[in-house]
């Protein structure tokens, strides 16, 4: 599976961002597409997926925040970031799980190479 993500860049404190990524190549059958981050010196951190046909699930630090949507016809997942904050200032990876998906936390399935979001104050 290869995974271009897309939209990433810089905004001000309070603005706004939308991330995309495309799935492509040999797809049996995507069971969960997500975004995690990875800032400066850290460890890389769940931020939202969505599973086929269940809810979506989101960190709590993005809770209200973030929106996260997915287009099976297409094999797209989106990730709408508001009122954005310098803390969300990382690299953020596109991730597409065909088997177990769960836990979010655990490294499965594919992942892209990531697109910058740089957040000022």
């Known amino acids: 599976v290869q995974l271009q993500a897309s939209g990433g860049g810089l905004v001000q404190t309070g603005g706004s961002l939308r991330l995309s990524c495309a799935a492509s190549?040999?797809?049996?059958?995507?069971?969960?597409m997500g975004w995690y981050r990875q800032a400066p010196g850290k460890l890389r951190e769940f931020v939202a997926a969505i599973p086929n046909g269940g809810s979506p699930a989101y960190a709590d630090s993005v809770k209200g925040r973030f929106t996260i949507s997915r287009d099976n016809t297409k094999n797209t997942v989106t990730l709408q970031m508001n009122s954005l904050k310098p803390e969300d200032t990382a690299i953020y990876y596109c991730n597409v799980r065909e088997g177990d998906y769960l836990p979010w936390t655990a490294d499965l399935g594919s992942w892209g190479q990531g697109t910058l979001v740089t957040v000022s104050s």
């Open positions: 190549g040999s797809i049996f059958e995507i069971n969960a």
